[in-house]
């Protein structure tokens, strides 16, 4: 075995079932991975070294006994700093702020745990989950693995960064308005938000609850189906859980092309101000996916107006988040950064009216997206309006407009590569499926990784 | 035939079907009663005589050609004033706002209508639909049949008083935080509010869209059931729109008894300082439901708080009606009562961050309910802690405590008589059920109705 850690998860799994490395090798190819790239990178805030290789000589010994417990014991993976593990401080991406250690693992680490998966580490973000960027104040930018000095996007920057840098197989993120998205398309990594209520919040600092969506970032389409099936299961401590119907699988079918599916292109997205590069790659997708056998068809999704959905969005987020810091910001402002603060207020002080209003506008983007998706299998558009940008310049406003309604009509959408710039930074294509169809929606992307054929980590 | 307006909805399909009664007869008879006892009980805001003559003769064409449509062809009905029906303004019990008359019937009313139900009318309601007495400032107060100048609750108190006084068989209310099944307590009558999503809120005025349920008022539970399985269907258009499971109906198999039902009262509700009429009629009902078979359990739903709970959802709905009667409150001040524009100000008022707080402690609680119907077949409680109450005295801030955590969880509930005070006020008793378990709690609801036998209308 050469480097451990070029293997995807299904590779891994593969490996570690027939004997030709340990989870052992893995955890310490990676936790040495970590130690020679990531000072530069900055995707973890904390390395969990102990209990890595304690989860990981425990996978072995069940290895050795014939006990594997199966595609994920002795994995290795790491998850962003908003969630709960067992005996650590959430950062959240902020500043000591009095904070306990959490008394126990959040929910999804806590399946990963019992799946026998090896948790390297907790991950930088933007700070508190809101802003796509992590530039972080606290514990420093974290810089896209495919060119230093430019965003990984965010909010799971660290978890984008780490996995298109070969620091963890996967990696956990949550997605408010695009938070595992947004980094998948700007690090050159699959990201998946499942339907709403397949993968419990419990143990993640909200956000805002009822957008807020956990899920892997990974190397493939495949890895990424494999953490989801781990990861869903109903969570009665936690009111947003869903049952999806009798024999759902997230695993994707393998289609030879995609002959016989529709895909829908929202007008309102077609004449969107994007990027000349974005718009150019995703003219070249669209033709590759006619090329592939898809029908592909302007829609217009009634009411649907990207910017002033996201801004609802961001209203809502703003005070579901102002009521989740509340007992933090008051007493240690200065953990928060200036522009988060901002937000905060912001959330604070708008009236309770307004949040009426955007919740509704928020509903009603949702339900056209839902609608939209009885004429067609899935929605193709880009992640964001623009590719990662330097730290340098201004943050477009415009990040999650594209990404933003998947979550607020809590369907399942996927980003994952679509090429690769001139300048070599990474493009991406998301598509958005329909609720519970995480197989179908999945079974199309393949087909499209499959063509893409995406050099899948950055020269490091 | 005597007094065709005596008949329950299963009583009149038969009389109507054997040509014992025509739809024309049965109008004539609603239509000449109004006239006669509606001034002083004012439950209708307005009679729509034209319609329903009309619904009326066109029923009975198809009575005569053998193509009556279903158990409502020929059945009269009214509807609260919050509802569209095609031509008429709606009002929303508040003095003309320049609001345009509705160009199509609310989708409850189109169904009805499709099935052949005859619209009477209009009922008052509370003004807004936003609190529960129907002292309504613009129309006059609505009476309660059993007793004039005593309150028949509300919102939906048109549709209650309509019912007991045997102005109509049945009527359509909304439901925000008890806005059905306080006023069927108050007047005696089965109040019925679904599991959120079965009934479309198309074409109603919101309190709050992700609160408000249309629901039946009728003279029996079985009358309300065949009323519900008219109404619900899902509606692509309302986003929230739910598909209850594969062949569900509401329809109650007739149980013996209530061998083998586990019934749940809340610790809390048993401690809640409540009118003693109201402690004694409920303790009475539960050693009924004992002897009926039943077993009786005190259950700790964690983290329920009936006040609290009650202002948090307050808070939502107020901001929600704030958002959705922005279009009227400035240009139309006067049309609000000073009690009424005090809730929606307070809606501009108060922050978003206090709303998401609200909705948070509205979500768990609706969530504390679900968990404990995992142990229990149906909770049981009084609809309210007090019965009708005289136009003279205070409004009690606690009416919808017991009422609301129903709609906080989108459960079913059920109000239905439970007995006679000594002065001669209803007792009503309440179920809630599990999600689209309609059928198991009208069947509980209806073991004990038998045994009530409690005399449906008033000696009028």
């Known amino acids: 075995m050469s480097d451990p850690t ?6 891994a799994t593969a490996a570690l079932t027939f004997g030709q490395v ?6 310490r190819a990676y936790l040495a991975r970590i130690e020679r790239l990531d000072k530069a990178i900055n995707s973890y805030v904390r390395v969990l070294a102990e209990r890595a290789l304690a989860e990981a000589g425990a996978a072995d010994a069940r290895i050795a006994k014939g006990q594997r417990r199966g595609v994920l014991d002795g994995i290795p993976y790491a998850v962003k700093d908003n969630m709960d593990t067992q005996g650590d401080v959430t950062s959240d991406g902020l500043a000591p702020r009095g904070k306990p250690a959490a008394t126990a693992d959040a929910e999804a680490v806590r399946r990963l745990a019992e799946a026998g998966a090896v948790l390297l580490g907790k991950l930088n973000l933007h700070e508190g989950a809101l802003g796509a960027t992590t530039d972080n104040a606290h514990f420093g930018r974290c810089h896209n693995p495919w060119r230093a000095g430019f965003t990984p996007g965010g909010s799971s920057g660290g978890s984008g960064a780490a996995v298109a840098a070969g620091l963890a197989p996967f990696a956990l993120g949550t997605d408010t308005m695009g938070s595992i998205r947004i980094p998948a398309a700007y690090c050159g990594c699959v990201g998946l938000k499942a339907s709403y209520g397949l993968v419990s919040n419990l143990g993640v600092t909200p956000a805002c609850d009822a957008l807020d969506h956990v899920g892997p970032l990974a190397r493939t389409v495949n890895d990424a189906a494999l953490v989801l099936r781990v990861l869903q299961a109903p969570d009665p401590e936690w009111p947003g859980s869903a049952e999806p119907p009798a024999n759902w699988s997230p695993l ?3 289609l030879p092309d995609l002959s016989g ?3 829908g292109v929202a007008g309102v997205v077609e004449r969107f101000q994007m990027e000349s590069s974005v718009r150019l790659g995703f003219s070249a997708a669209v033709g590759m996916l006619r090329r592939l056998g898809a029908s592909v068809a302007t829609i217009e999704i009634p009411g649907y107006e990207p910017t ?5 969005g961001l209203l809502w987020v703003e005070a579901a988040a102002a009521h989740a810091h509340e007992p ?4 240690y402002p200065d953990a928060y950064p200036a522009h988060i603060r901002a937000m905060l207020d912001y959330g604070r002080t708008a009236s309770a009216a307004r949040l009426a209003r955007a919740q509704d506008m928020v509903q009603r983007t949702g339900a056209g997206y839902v609608r939209a998706l009885e004429a067609v299998d899935a929605l193709v558009m880009p992640v964001a309006p623009q590719p990662a940008f330097s730290f340098d ?9 594209f990404a933003a309604p998947a979550n607020f009509a809590g369907l399942p959408a996927v980003a994952l590569p679509s090429g690769v710039l001139a300048d070599g930074l990474p493009l991406s294509l998301q598509f958005v499926g329909r609720k519970f169809a995480e197989a179908r929606l999945l ?3 393949r087909v499209f990784e499959r063509v893409v054929a995406f050099d899948r980590r950055p020269p490091l």
């Open 261 to 263: 599916i529709r895909l």
């Open 308 to 312: 002033s959905a996201r801004r609802a």
């Open 6 to 11: 070029d293997l995807t998860v299904a590779q």
């Open 328 to 331: 933090f910001l008051d007493r």
């Open 443 to 445: 079974a199309i992307a």
């Open 393 to 401: 310049e201004p943050v477009p406003a415009t990040q999650a407009e």
């Open 22 to 27: 340990t989870a052992t090798d893995l955890t």
């Open 252 to 254: 994707p079918a393998d």
